[in-house]
């Protein structure tokens, strides 16, 4: 494609606005490799640097990887619910960083976003789904016991596939927001017990979901959030 320029923006901000734009809009497929940035320089009239942080800008956004070496370079990424989601997720987990929100409005919006995502997998949820939730929670008995860091890497993977058996991709993509964030207060502290605790609710939750019953399903997610709020896990994460 040919890049224009743009003298109402400052020049990073041009080549940033229209690599994105060319991205989202599919001038560039996933996978495809960039322009070098001596190629773009010349595109844009711009310096190397310039160009050097628009494409740091749009890696921060998960818009591109940099692969280093003589055959790296920029590749666009797969815009999907998952790349959303980690651009949110950054987006959140910086905010919270600086002190703008609190974990007790993170947690509030979880139990908003949940219930209501545990009743909509019961009713839109297929084989392959109710079968993912059911391996994860094979895999989340044995972390219960032994591995904390995978227990909560287990459990951010449980609540984001319900909300991606919804079907919803923009639910799916809040959900893997929140818990990319959450995850790093939960079951870092938990005992055994409490863990296996979870586990069991989470097989309730599955059960709730596989059966195709929103209420069960709901009233399930509901139990498994007031048992987390017991714990107060993400009250004991340590300050930022």
């Not at 599919?26 to 844009?44: C, H, I, N, Q, V």
């Not at 591109?64 to 370079?73: D, L, T, Y």
């Not at 392959?128 to 904390?148: F, S, T, Y």
Request: glycine content about 6%; overall charge negative.
């Amino acid at each position: 494609m040919s890049f224009r320029p743009a003298p109402v923006r400052r020049a990073r901000e041009q080549v940033e606005v229209q690599l994105r734009e060319a991205i989202l809009s599919g001038t560039f497929s996933s996978g495809d490799r960039l322009p070098t940035e001596m190629e773009l320089a010349e595109s844009f009239g711009v310096s190397r640097t310039t160009i050097r942080e628009a494409l740091g800008a749009l890696a921060s956004d998960g818009l591109i990887s940099k692969v280093p070496g003589a055959s790296g370079g920029s590749f666009v990424r797969v815009v999907d619910h998952e790349s959303l989601g980690l651009s949110l997720g950054r987006s959140i987990d910086d905010t919270l960083k600086f002190g703008t929100i609190n974990f007790e409005e993170i947690n509030h919006v979880r139990r908003l976003l949940e219930v209501p995502s545990a009743r909509e997998a019961a009713r839109m949820r297929n084989d392959d789904d109710v079968e993912a939730l059911r391996d994860i929670i094979e895999r989340q008995k044995k972390a219960a016991l032994e591995d904390p860091d995978e227990m909560a890497s287990l459990d951010s993977r449980f609540h984001t596939k319900i909300a991606e058996a919804s079907g919803n991709r923009v639910l799916a993509s809040l959900a893997f927001a929140l818990h990319s964030v959450i995850r790093q207060a939960l079951f870092l502290n938990v005992t055994p017990e409490q863990g296996s605790a979870a586990v069991r609710q989470h097989i309730d939750l599955a059960r709730g979901i596989a059966n195709g019953d929103p209420d069960e399903a709901g009233k399930a997610m509901e139990s498994h959030l007031d048992y987390l709020d017991q714990l107060q896990l993400w009250r004991k994460k340590p300050a930022i």
